[in-house]
């Protein structure tokens, strides 16, 4: 099901075709096949809360612990080591991942950090995945399960893996096991339930692994017939995720089989969310897709008419509220059950980490590095930190 009121279809294609061209620019630059992967880039990281206490990770590779009653102030930096080496982007694009005391952190450059939660320092030395030094990333999040830490990573421009360790950074095993065939290329932040991860491959493929053993727990992976960047959202034993084939699906989170909801006008990019009665799904044709969860149906989509900007950010529910961010710089909150707009804040810079809502709070990272509050309550900004400045 398409939205109502689009432009026409050349118009439409022309759009989307630009900005495949422009998100595929992004890949070819951030899986290595571009010589130089010094330059700056984008990177979006989300922000991890501890009571007072925040962690986000930086486009220029640092993970910064940041104090939310003093408006945002950064009060301790861990940089990415250089080892002495200009020839690969060191950003973190995934939100930090804090337990017991310890920040965990994948970089782009294919490290995993183990952070002290107070000062940052480096608790043990950094796990590398294996691969090419130009061509090897970690785009998703590193996801603490059961007393493991489960990434995937790009050991290549084409080729993924996914990595179980222990708390102490140890390798445990890998899907697919070190010397088998990899998977497609993994972008995607595992989702970890009762001990499987679900994530996707640029391969197009969605994958059920145990996380003890590392082996497959569906016949075969589940084709979604284009590449699979958003993590799946896991609701009562399915999966929904959308992906490179301009569908979203519902997965069978036993079996794998797919039933497809609906189709946008362009990829699927960031996760879904849910208040528990519906699904949003955020595509980047600049729309956003409600799917009632009993009935499967798509209730209403944001804009009912045209679009707004591409949205690469995953969006947060809260108090009958579902608030969605995008590259048209505009914070937006929503009726959950109507579709229609309760209020919008300019925030100033493209919005494409994930927003996370602390009580009443929302909380933005965009792309000009500032961190922004705003009280849902009161539709205020509480206020705004320049990450880079504010230390």
């Known amino acids: 099901m398409r939205g109502a009121g689009h432009p026409p279809e050349r118009v439409r294609r022309a759009r989307r075709d630009i900005l495949i061209a422009a998100l595929l620019a992004i890949l070819l630059v951030s899986t290595g096949c571009i010589a130089s992967r010094s330059s700056p880039s984008q990177a979006w990281s989300g922000v ?27 009060e301790r930096v861990f940089s990415v080591p250089s080892g002495g080496r200009t020839d690969a982007f060191p950003g973190f694009y995934a939100t930090p991942a804090l337990v017991d005391g310890v920040v965990y952190a994948g970089g782009f450059r294919g490290f995993v950090f183990a952070l002290d939660a107070e000062t940052l320092t480096q608790r043990r030395e950094p796990f590398e995945i294996q691969g090419a030094a130009l061509s090897k ?40 096991r070190r010397g088998a065939a990899a998977t497609g290329a993994i972008w995607s932040t595992p989702t970890v339930v009762d001990g499987v991860a679900y994530f996707g491959d640029l391969a197009h493929n969605l994958h059920a692994v145990d996380i003890f053993t590392c082996e497959s727990i569906w016949p075969s992976p589940a084709n979604l017939a284009g590449g699979v960047v958003a993590p799946p959202l896991y609701h009562k034993g399915r999966l929904y995720v959308g992906a490179f084939s301009e569908a979203f699906y519902e997965v069978d989170a036993a079996t794998g089989a797919v039933r497809e909801l609906l189709l946008a006008d362009n990829w699927f990019w960031a996760k879904a969310a849910t208040d528990g009665e519906r699904i949003y799904a955020p595509s980047i044709d600049g729309r956003l897709y409600a799917i009632e969860i009993t009935s499967r149906r798509h ?93």
Not at 58 to 64: F, K
Request: aromatic letters at 6%.
């Open 299 to 391: 209730v209403w989509t944001y804009p009912a008419e045209g679009e707004i900007g591409p949205i690469l950010s995953e969006p947060a529910t809260a108090n009958g509220l579902v608030v969605v961010g995008s590259d048209d710089e505009n914070l937006v909150a929503l009726d959950a059950a109507g579709g229609f707009r309760v209020w919008d804040q300019r925030v100033g810079d493209k919005i494409r980490a994930p927003l996370v809502v602390d009580g009443s709070t929302v909380y933005v990272h965009s792309l000009d590095r500032r961190l922004r509050a705003y009280d849902l309550d009161t539709r205020t900004l509480l206020w705004e930190r320049d990450l880079e400045e504010g230390r």
């Open 48 to 74: 991890a809360i501890d009571g007072d206490i925040a962690y986000v990770g930086t486009q220029s590779g640092e993970v910064l612990r940041v104090n939310l009653e003093r408006n945002g102030l950064v």
């Open 137 to 176: 990333s970690i785009v998703g999040g590193v996801v603490p399960a059961d007393g493991r830490l489960v990434f995937g990573a790009a050991e290549g421009a084409a080729d993924g893996r996914l990595y179980v360790l222990d708390m102490e950074l140890r390798e445990q095993c890998t899907y697919p």
